[in-house]
């Protein structure tokens, strides 16, 4: 009853005062959830704005910005445009981060007849709706997709297109704008592949495309997937005529960090770069840089756009009507550091994108023509050439392109190497979970969470002490040890008697906690780092293994045995085996079964701890939800392997990686998690206790 | 009795009410959610409370649902509001092969399946573009209120929600109730006692999953968007059993006390709390199950019985 009247009450008081000699500017941005990171930038970008008009003020009046978080979902971007369109005193709206959160917003600031700026959104979808108040200020993505194909057939000579992309609103709208656009100018698409957003290893999918032949590969990624995905293209020996990118992880300064020398030569288009030939563009970013301390992106400028646009059309509508305003940005004609901005009659800005390669590690303008500011290096050396060029000093851009393809027998021991090696760190996550589960029948759903714990740990160790990633085992699993003993007195001993479902949703309490605690901590950027042996390789009979992921590998299955050979010969092992049979007869026995239980329950999250050490060499950057993938991962391997059995989770763990990789190269990459959980719904049903049948242990 | 009558009088006088003293679009906008999670929390509680069979899988349903509309709406000239038919008549043999495959399984086995199939027609509906529209998802014209007024939408969803609330009192009263409850408390004396398990049990999931089908249709409509984000992911199962573990497990008021305080915390907690509101939101949830494990009802009623002895003694 209290929150429904200070409800009720929020809704009539907030924001009348002061209206008269301000105005307010409603901003739906992600301040939280999976991505808060641009929301940041955009955030970044309206600052530089509102910096900019204090000064002069709008009709002498004050701008005054009114932020709501859309916690990164689209249902909520839209009930905060109810929210908003419903107050008088706000002029426009402008936001929100993602395609898929900006466009129901931008159907609803339509009904209501408010305006409303899309500073980042791409999808084709927003001006095909025949909106009236709603304009977008970036290009869309089949601009992307224009834009790449005619620099692929004029400048790079590409005939043969893998696209790559990530399956969301904008990953499949500029993917479909080149299969679209591709076959028109002559280009055939060889491989078209949809992953889910948050990979942890592209090498079957990579396998995939090599084996397909490309002379081009197009990807479309954001920050954490793009590292990844050049990182790995390194490691399998993918050499395309040219590394193309749809903008977004490709384009931002992190990725330069994030992705190091696997960077050079990428080329992608960009909405925007801090030396692009537009008025000012330069000098607001060297102020934006002495400002934030902090790499401006297109985010940010898009945003800063968006406000800039409005606060003319205020100013040239000499009203704050809303219906003023709407027609005063339409006729808008600036010329700024985003290009000229004029939008066309569906509320398109018309602007121009870039593109961009990555030179000497920086982000070159090289297309159009009339922005470019060095030529393309053409073609992109190979990897192999890049390395020995580094080390004879030369440029290396003059070693003749090959275009390998891989024999059917390689491409199968690729995928089952990368499989296996993939599943040895999913066993680790899943042992901590299945000694959990097997002596307290808890569902820990914070284990991802925990996974993500010991990433940040494992981070700061290397950043701060130089302490190796895997060196720093020594240190991050006594400490998670200790945390999860402390976890388990205050917060899982005291549900154990409760329904199940309480200890799930306990859990899922704790998650949500660690995750948002890191992202007040750390904030939601990532956090990248490269150790000497990044990227490092051995190649066994035309089959490349990754140096770290193989010593993850070796490491994971030592713990495994460690865990295995303390529970068969210790006495404390034998005492959590006994509890984890029959607790209530252990208790009998004399068994201090609280004690059992801390224990287990630290052991468990040591193990988690473990898997995020082991994870940052492969991994190379934490963020808030980098764990998260990992907790349902770690469900399907413990149910495979049987519920508290240590060695089944080593099976169930290559078993899972073995499945979704075979899956990903062929069947579909976009459907390999589906065959992770068949497999797993299967051996729920027809062998409940596993894989391996009734083994204990 | 005579003083329920009474309350539940004047609460539903205050609901058809609602619309007329909250008249900004936002809040009739919250109202409308709120009533929704209330249908969704109750509707799961058949399954989940009664039964005992505590499915993290009910998004599934929800999404199939609001994928009937979308499909409607962009292959064939219907009214998507169809779909508040289509919708359930399609989940039904649905929910009929999870319940085979799920049934099978007891306890934490049972709800880690039900993850499985939720995960799964996510995944199918990501892939399936011909169909869904893939991640770009899918857009719904307005078929029938065309104009801006939520008034329309509130009063269907308050149908939708009473129909539920009055469906959990009616089955709890009942014989199918009290064989859910045998099931819940022991499934094998259940059995014993010759009550075909199985049969009841994929009785309730019919009822829940056809339920959720249906709030889910009336979501595409409102919304007008569909995509696998927003219909079918893990996190609105999981907010859909915190309803009603947070308001009391089996209990009628339980899943809408639960929801109403939910959706309205973490409205509160958003507008008040900026980047720190999921933490606080979190935060909360870790209390609420350490301290009220058996829901808010529950602890409303240890309260007052703790009150009511304290008394009895202090009059003896």
């Known amino acids: 009853m209290i929150s429904i ?61 009114v932020y709501q978080d859309d916690t990164s979902k689209p249902e909520v971007a839209s009930l905060t445009v109810e929210k908003l369109s419903d107050r008088n005193d706000i002029v426009a709206l402008m936001g929100a981060y993602s395609s898929s959160a900006t466009f129901p917003a ?39 997709g224009r834009t790449l194909v005619e620099f692929l057939t004029k400048v790079a000579d590409a005939h043969k297109l893998a696209v790559v992309y990530e399956n969301t609103q904008f990953g499949s709208s500029v993917a479909r704008a080149a299969l679209e656009q591709a076959p028109r100018a002559g280009i055939e698409i060889v491989a078209y592949e949809a992953y889910d957003q948050g990979g942890t290893d592209f090498t079957p999918l990579l396998t995939r495309v090599k084996s397909a032949g490309p002379d081009a590969v197009l990807f479309v990624s954001y920050l954490a997937d793009a590292t990844l995905l050049m990182r790995q293209s390194k490691e399998i020996d993918l050499n395309p005529k040219v590394f193309t990118a749809g903008g977004a992880g490709f384009s931002l300064p992190d990725f330069l960090k994030g992705a190091g020398d696997t960077a050079e030569y990428t080329i992608s288009v960009t909405q925007w770069t801090p030396d692009a030939k537009w008025t000012g563009s330069r000098d607001w970013a060297d102020t934006f840089r002495t400002r934030f301390n902090y790499e401006p992106s297109y985010h940010s400028v898009q945003a800063y756009m968006s406000l800039m646009i409005l606060a003319d059309a205020i100013e040239r509508a000499g009203s704050t009507e809303r219906i003023a305003v709407r027609d005063a940005i339409r006729t808008s004609k600036l010329d700024s550091i985003f290009g000229p901005i004029h939008f066309n009659e569906v509320g ?20 159009p023509p009339s922005a470019a500011i060095s030529p393309p290096v053409l073609p992109t050396p190979p990897w192999r050439a890049r390395s020995a060029a580094a080390e004879s000093g030369s440029t290396g851009a003059h070693e003749a392109h090959i275009a390998a393809l891989v024999s059917g027998s390689e491409k199968l021991l690729q995928t089952m190497a990368s499989g296996l090696l993939t599943g040895g760190i999913y066993a680790l996550i899943g042992i901590g979970l299945t000694i959990i589960f097997g002596v307290m029948r808890v569902v820990n759903f914070a284990h991802g969470a925990l996974v993500m ?58 998650s949500i906690v660690l995750i948002n605690t890191a992202l007040l901590l750390f904030t939601s950027n990532y956090l990248t780092m490269t150790t000497s042996y990044a990227g490092a390789t051995f190649h066994l009979g035309g089959v490349s293994v990754s140096k770290p992921q193989m010593a993850a590998f070796a490491i994971a299955v030592v713990i495994t045995a460690a865990v295995y050979v303390f529970l068969v010969r210790t006495g404390t092992g034998r005492q959590i085996r006994a509890a984890s049979q029959d607790a209530e007869a252990a208790c009998l026995l004399g068994i201090n079964i609280k004690r059992v239980q801390a224990l287990t329950f630290g052991l468990g999250v040591a193990a988690a701890g473990a898997a995020g050490s082991l994870l940052m060499p492969i991994y190379y950057r934490v963020e808030p939800n980098a764990g998260s993938p990992f907790t349902l991962k770690a469900f399907v391997v413990v149910v495979l392997g049987g519920m508290g059995s240590v060695t089944g989770a080593l099976v169930g763990g290559i078993v899972l990686g073995l499945a979704e990789s075979l899956g990903a190269v062929y069947v579909a990459t976009g459907y390999k998690d589906v065959i992770g959980f068949v497999i797993f719904l299967l051996v729920l049903t027809l062998k409940p206790s596993g894989l391996l049948g009734r083994s204990k242990v | ?105 007891r306890g934490p086995y049972f709800t880690l399946a039900t993850i499985a199939v939720g995960e799964v027609m996510r995944l199918v509906a990501l892939n ?140 509160v907690f958003r507008n008040e709390f900026a980047q720190a509101n999921l933490l606080i939101y979190g935060a909360l949830l870790v209390i609420v199950i350490l301290f009220m494990p058996d829901g808010l009802i529950g602890g409303f009623r240890r309260l007052f019985r703790l009150g009511t002895r304290k008394s009895q003694r202090v009059s003896a």
């Open chain 2, 1 to 105: 009795m005579k003083r329920a009558k009474i309350y539940l009088s004047v609460l539903s006088l205050f609901l058809i009410a609602a619309p007329f003293l909250f008249e900004a679009r936002y809040s009739q906008h919250v109202l409308i959610l709120v009533l929704l999670y209330v249908a969704l929390g109750s509707a799961w509680n058949i399954l989940g409370g009664f039964a005992g069979q505590l499915s993290l899988g009910h998004a599934a349903f929800f999404g199939i649902g609001a994928y009937t509309a979308a499909v409607i709406a962009s292959k064939t000239t219907l009214s998507p509001w169809w779909a508040m038919a289509a919708g359930p008549l399609l989940v039904l043999p649905i929910a009929l092969l999870v319940g085979w495959i799920c049934f099978r399984l």
């Open chain 1, 106 to 144: 931008a159907a609803v600031a339509d009904r209501y007849h408010i305006p409303f700026i899309c500073p980042s959104a791409t999808t084709d979808e927003i001006t095909r709706q025949g909106y009236q108040w709603v304009f977008r200020v970036c290009a869309s993505a089949s601009d992307y």
């Open chain 1, 348 to 367: 398109q800005n018309e602007h121009q994108v870039a593109i961009t390669q990555v030179l000497n590690g920086k982000f070159t303008t090289i297309w």
């Open chain 1, 453 to 510: 714990v010991g990433m940040y740990a494992t981070y700061f160790l290397f950043t701060y002490s130089h302490i190796d990633p895997f060196l720093s085992l020594v240190v991050v699993m006594p400490g998670m040890f200790v945390a999860g003993v402390i976890l388990h007195k205050t917060l899982i001993a005291p549900v154990l008697r409760a329904p199940e479902l309480n200890q799930i949703l306990l859990t899922e309490g704790i």
């Open chain 1, 5 to 65: 009247c200070a409800f009720a009450a929020g809704c009539s008081h907030e924001g009348e005062q002061g209206a008269e000699n301000s105005i307010r500017v409603g901003i739906i941005t992600s301040l939280t959830g999976a991505e808060a990171r641009f929301g940041l930038a955009q955030k970044y970008g309206y600052q530089m704005a509102l910096d900019e008009i204090e000064a002069r003020g709008v009709l002498g009046k004050r701008l005054e910005l």
């Open chain 2, 128 to 267: 399936w573009s011909d169909l869904t529209g893939g991640a770009v998802g899918v857009v719904i014209r307005p078929s029938i209120f065309s104009g801006t007024s939520k008034v329309p939408y509130y009063y269907i969803v308050l149908f939708i929600a009473a129909v539920t609330i009055a469906l959990c009192h009616g089955i709890s009263r009942r014989k199918l109730g009290y064989y859910l409850m045998a099931i819940r408390e022991d499934e094998e004396t259940a059995e014993s006692i010759g009550i075909d398990t199985t049969k009841y049990k994929l009785i309730a999931l019919a009822i829940s999953a056809s339920l959720t089908a249906i709030a889910g249709a009336f979501y595409a409509n409102y919304f007008l968007f569909v995509d696998p984000t927003i219909v079918l992911p893990l996190a609105l199962s999981v907010e859909i059993v915190l309803m009603a573990i947070i308001g009391g497990l089996g209990t009628v008021p339980g899943p809408v006390l639960g929801a109403v305080l939910l959706k309205l915390s973490s409205e």
